[in-house]
């Protein structure tokens, strides 16, 4: 059994009425889709994940000149596509 299953196995356990049952199976559904389209969309996240947390803070440091600018400008068109700003 993955490690979904047995997650999701423990949660529905939990649920006590057949509405957070459904709430919940709806959830995770969504969040199962939503993750698997991520590791598609983005697949070097998850070998970025797999390295050291060290390396990579390190990394981001070095490079924050160059990475602060380009974060903001993403964050800054996520933001406006979806309303926010």
């Known amino acids: 059994m993955s490690v979904f299953s047995e997650y999701k196995k423990e949660i529905m356990d939990a649920a006590t009425t057949d509405h957070i049952r459904l709430a ?4 995770i559904k969504s969040y199962y889709v939503r993750t698997s389209r991520a ?3 983005i ?3 998850v070998e970025i994940s797999r ?3 060290r390396r990579i ?10 990475l602060a600018p380009e974060s903001l ?3 800054s068109s996520t933001t406006k596509r979806k309303g926010i700003i």
């Open 24 to 27: 919940l199976s709806r959830a």
């Open 73 to 75: 400008r993403g964050l």
């Open 51 to 53: 390295g050291s947390p």
């Open 39 to 41: 590791m598609k969309a």
């Open 43 to 45: 697949p070097h996240t």
């Open 57 to 66: 803070k390190k990394q981001g440091v070095d490079n924050l000149e160059k």
